[in-house]
C-alpha cells in the first residue's frame, strides 16, 4: 500500500498523470465494452470521460496538470483522423457516383442540426453567446471552437456541446435507427457522422466498414461546410 501511494505521489506531480490515468482508465473501460458486446450505453468514451472527471475532482488535481500529460494523446487525433481517409479511397468509385445526393445530404442534416439546436435554445430563452456555441455542436470539436470564435460564442463552451452530441449520438443512434426502420450500413453511417462528428464515426467503425466509412465521410463534410457556410449565415441573420 505504501509502494502505491509513493507511486501516487510521484505520478500526481508530473505529466505522466494525464498520461497514464487516460490510457488506464481507456483501457479498462474498452475491456468491459467488449465484455458487454459493444453494447451503445457502455461507450468507452463516455466512462472514461466520467471516471477521469470523478478521478480529477476527488484528487483535487487541476485540469492544466491533467492535460500536461494528456496531450500526446490528445496530438494522435490528427493522424487518427487523417487515417479515415483510407476506407473512403477504397470506396472512392461509389463516392464518386453518389456525390451529389451525399453532399445533398450533408448540407441538409447540416443545416437541420444547427437550426434545431439554435431553435429550441432560442425557444429555452438561452443567451445569444450560449446560442452562437450551440450552433455547431454536430461539428467536431475543434472546428465548432473556431465556429463559435467567429459568430460571437465561447469556444470553450462549443467544444462541450460538441463532445456530448457526439456520446448522444453514439449512445442512442443504433437504437434510433432501428425504431425508424433504417438498417443499411452507409446510411446509418452517414446519418451518424452528420450528426455526431467524430464519436459517432468512431461508433460506426465498430459496428460495420461501410458505415465507418461513411460516417467518416460525413464528419469530413459537415467541417468543411460548417466552417465555409455558418459564419456567414449569422453575419447575414
Not at 465507418?212 to 463534410?221: E, Q, S, V
Request: charged fraction near 10%; proline fraction near 6%; glycine fraction near 12%.
Amino acid at each position: 500500500m505504501q509502494d502505491f501511494v509513493q507511486l501516487w505521489v510521484y505520478l500526481s506531480a508530473t505529466p505522466l498523470f494525464g498520461l497514464t490515468a487516460t490510457l488506464s482508465v481507456y483501457v479498462l473501460a474498452q475491456l468491459v465494452y467488449q465484455r458487454l458486446e459493444q453494447a451503445p450505453w457502455a461507450n468507452p468514451v463516455l466512462w472514461t470521460v466520467l471516471a477521469l472527471g470523478g478521478l480529477l475532482l476527488a484528487t483535487g488535481t487541476p485540469y492544466p496538470t491533467y492535460f500536461s500529460g494528456a496531450q500526446f494523446i490528445h496530438f494522435l487525433l490528427g493522424p487518427a483522423v487523417v487515417a479515415l481517409a483510407w476506407p473512403l479511397w477504397q470506396r472512392r468509385a461509389d463516392l464518386r457516383r453518389r456525390a451529389g445526393a451525399l453532399l445533398a445530404a450533408a448540407l441538409a442534416g447540416g443545416a437541420a442540426a444547427g437550426a434545431s439546436a439554435y431553435g429550441i435554445g432560442w425557444a429555452l430563452g438561452l443567451p445569444g453567446d450560449v446560442l452562437a456555441s450551440l450552433a455547431p455542436k454536430s461539428v467536431t470539436a475543434p472546428v465548432a471552437m473556431g465556429i463559435a470564435a467567429q459568430i460571437g460564442g465561447i469556444p470553450a463552451l462549443a467544444a462541450v456541446f460538441a463532445v456530448l452530441t457526439g456520446l448522444v449520438g453514439a449512445i442512442s443512434g443504433k437504437y434510433l435507427f432501428d425504431a425508424l426502420g433504417v438498417y443499411t450500413p452507409d446510411v446509418r453511417g452517414f446519418a451518424l457522422g452528420t450528426a455526431s462528428h467524430g464519436i459517432g464515426a468512431a461508433r460506426a467503425l465498430q459496428v460495420h466498414p461501410d458505415a465507418g466509412a461513411y460516417a467518416a465521410l460525413a464528419l469530413g463534410l459537415q467541417a468543411v461546410l460548417a466552417a465555409l457556410l455558418m459564419p456567414p449565415v449569422f453575419k447575414l441573420f
